[in-house]
Every structure is written in structure tokens, then in C-alpha cells.
């Protein structure tokens, strides 16, 4: 069972944008999308953006200014706008939600956005 479905990625060009969309499927398990993480060939992974419940976002310095992490929680759908992608923004872009009843972490399957120079 998916349960966290993520959207939105794909090609673009640097200068360009991408919205990506994280919800999470209706279960027994009750999971709140919370952020993005990617990872890059090669690397760790890292945190791109997170959001608390009441919507206040915490960025990693390197997209702060260009991306805007939100949240529909009647929807239970996290976003995440990219603008000005840079080619190092080139990443498997994941999904993180939480299960506070579990107190357990889930991720997503990924979605990959590349950004071509």
C-alpha cells in the first residue's frame, strides 16, 4: 500500500519551475506529510523543506528565496513550489510524513527532477 503519493516531477530547463505534490492516502494509519527531502546520485540524503502542522516552514539554505514549501490539510497534501532550478537541484525528490499515533516516520517512492543547464 502507497502511502504517501507523490507527483510533480520531471525535465526543465535552470530558470525554470516545478510544483510538486505529496498526499497521503487514506489508511488505518493516519500519516501527516511534513516535507521533502532529495538525494542525489551519489549522496546523502538531505532535507529540502519541512512544514509543521500550523504551516510554519524551515528551508535549507541553498533553495530558501526560491522555493515554498505549503500545506492543505483538509486535503492532507503537502506542496512544494521550486522556482529558479538550478541545475544542482537535480535530485529523487521524497516525501517524509509522520504517524504521531506510532510515532513512526514514512517516506514516499520518490519523484526525480531534473534541471538541465
Known amino acids: 500500500q502507497v502511502l504517501l503519493m507523490e507527483s510533480g516531477g520531471g525535465l526543465v530547463q535552470a530558470g525554470g519551475s516545478l510544483r510538486l505534490s505529496c498526499a497521503a492516502s487514506k489508511s488505518i494509519i493516519e500519516i501527516k506529510p511534513m516535507g521533502w527531502y532529495r538525494q542525489a546520485p551519489g549522496k546523502q540524503r538531505e532535507l529540502v523543506a519541512t512544514?509543521?502542522?500550523?504551516?510554519?516552514?524551515n528551508y535549507v539554505d541553498s533553495v530558501k528565496g526560491r522555493f515554498t514549501i505549503s500545506r492543505d490539510n483538509a486535503k492532507n497534501t503537502v506542496y512544494l513550489q521550486m522556482n529558479s532550478l538550478k541545475p544542482e537541484d537535480t535530485a529523487a525528490y521524497f516525501c517524509?510524513?509522520?504517524?504521531?499515533?506510532?510515532?513512526?516516520?514514512?517516506w514516499g517512492q520518490g519523484t526525480q527532477v531534473t534541471v538541465s543547464s
Open positions: 512544514i509543521t502542522i500550523g504551516g510554519t516552514p
Open positions: 517524509k510524513g509522520t504517524s504521531y499515533s506510532l510515532k513512526a516516520d514514512y
